[in-house]
């Protein structure tokens, strides 16, 4: 706000916000509802990791136990979960949406694609360093190499509609909001 205007926030991805006031609904402030909303955050991730390493990576109960241990005690990822930062809710995403990524590229199923893909999608709305990892999804679809040209281009409208289209839907948004009376 200055004086008496006020102004559109454009700066900021709008998903992590969003959720943190959502969270704040259940809570006596957006610092409680953060740190609560990140913890839980913390343990959906451990899940999510410990689901990929059994199911995807195929490791044994073990194996997966070690990694998610060092997981679950590193320092960077501790001090992310105890701060009201995206991280946590970026991580997640990320991390699922990837997971996603490689169930479609092995099932060829394009199911898991469009989860992915619009999860990739809230990822870039959650922190804008986002907008890197649908380059990296991007690649892997055209590199994907087992599959025939016309599936990879169904697979990349696919892609297109569900991870692309919201960014630029936000970015039209934020665009229009800063420059009224311009378009």
Do not use: C
């Not at 199911?111 to 990739?120: D, Q």
């Not at 870039?124 to 360093?129: K, V």
């Not at 990879?152 to 696919?158: N, P, Y």
């Amino acid at each position: 706000e200055i004086g008496a205007v006020r102004l559109p926030i454009t700066h900021y991805p709008p998903l992590y916000p969003a959720a943190l006031a959502a969270a704040g609904a259940f809570t006596k402030g957006l610092v409680s509802a953060g740190l609560y909303f990140n913890i839980a955050l913390r343990a959906i991730l451990l899940i999510i990791v410990w689901f990929g390493l059994t199911r995807m990576a195929r490791l044994g109960p073990m194996s997966a136990g070690i990694a998610l241990g060092f997981l679950a005690v590193s320092p960077d990822l501790t001090d992310a979960h105890v701060m009201v930062w995206s991280e946590p809710l970026f991580y997640v995403i990320s991390v699922a949406a990837f997971f996603l990524l490689a169930s479609h590229l092995r099932s060829r199923r394009r199911l898991p694609l469009a989860a992915a893909s619009l999860l990739l999608a809230a990822a870039a709305l959650t922190r804008y360093a986002g907008l890197g990892l649908l380059n990296g999804a991007l690649v892997l679809l055209i590199l994907h190499l087992d599959r025939q040209w016309r599936a990879r281009s169904i697979d990349l409208g696919v892609f297109a509609s569900f991870a692309v289209l919201p960014v630029l839907l936000w970015s039209l948004r934020n665009h229009m909001v800063t420059l009224p009376g311009q378009m």
